[in-house]
């Protein structure tokens, strides 16, 4: 997995790329908390780079999710590829 953070006007852009499993989503989750943690109004993931997500990246979008909702940070999963559509779905991750 390759992730890029970006801040723009303060809302922190995760753009992911690649197979993000248990090791990635570690990873992701110590870059990544800490600047959420420090206050930002809100966090955009651009996913339309991934290629697998296992349970492990499920459970920490889950987290992203729930924490962003902690702090009143806004949360927002941008193109998703049409064979994550469902997966992100069946758990919620998705606003309709």
Do not use: Q, Y
């Not at 993000?20 to 809100?42: C, K």
């Not at 349970?55 to 994550?84: H, K, M, P, Q, V």
């Amino acid at each position: 997995m390759k992730f890029d953070i970006r801040r723009e006007d303060g809302t922190v852009e995760v753009v992911l790329s690649g197979r993000i499993g248990v090791a990635e989503a570690v990873e992701l989750r110590h870059r990544l908390f800490p600047e959420l943690t420090a206050g930002v109004p809100g966090v955009s993931l651009r996913m339309d780079e991934v290629t697998d997500l296992d349970s492990s990246g499920l459970g920490l979008l889950l987290a992203l999710r729930n924490l962003c909702a902690d702090i009143g940070a806004t949360f927002e999963i941008r193109n998703a590829g049409a064979w994550l559509e469902p997966k992100l779905d069946a758990i919620g991750l998705l606003s309709h």
